[in-house]
C-alpha cells in the first residue's frame, strides 16, 4: 500500500471514532524517517486508549504491524510507528505543546472531515 493510502486509511479510522483535528502532514520531501504524520486529537485519556486500538486493531487487519508504540494515554500522547506512516494521538494539552503543524509548517498539511 502506498504511504498516502495508509495515511489515509489512519485518518479515516481515527475520524469514524470521532477524533478531533485529524490532519496529514506530507513530510517526505523533509524527512528521512517517514511520510507521513497522521495527528488526532483525543477528548480525554479513555478515548485516546480506544482511537490507538483501533488504529492497531485496523492496520492488523490490513496486515500492517507497528515498529513501535511509544507513550501511554496517561502520558497525554501516543506515537504509532508504521514505518511510513506515524500516527500521532494526543489530549489537548500535549497537542499545543508540541505543535507539529508549527515543526513542519513548511509541509502540505491535509485537514481530514468526515
Same mark, same amino acid.
Given at each position: ?20 483535528? &485529524? ?11 517517514? $511520510?507521513?504524520? &497522521? ?17 492497531? $486493531? ?44 508549527? &515543526? ?9 472531515? $468526515?
Amino acid at each position: 500500500m502506498v504511504s498516502k493510502k495508509i495515511a489515509q486509511m489512519a485518518a479515516d479510522t481515527l475520524l469514524s471514532k470521532q477524533a478531533l483535528d &485529524v490532519n496529514m502532514i506530507n513530510i517526505a520531501e523533509k524527512s528521512g524517517f517517514a $511520510d507521513y504524520f &497522521v495527528n488526532a486529537t483525543a477528548t480525554n485519556s479513555r478515548q485516546m486508549e480506544a482511537l490507538s486500538e483501533e488504529i492497531g $486493531d485496523k492496520f492488523e487487519e490490513n496486515k500492517m504491524f507497528p515498529k513501535s508504540v511509544e507513550g501511554k494515554k496517561s502520558s497525554g500522547w501516543i506515537l504509532m510507528d508504521y514505518g511510513d506512516v506515524i500516527v500521532n494521538i494526543f489530549t489537548p494539552t500535549m497537542r499545543d505543546l508540541y505543535s507539529l503543524e508549527k &515543526v513542519w509548517g513548511d509541509c502540505e498539511i491535509i485537514k481530514c472531515e $468526515d
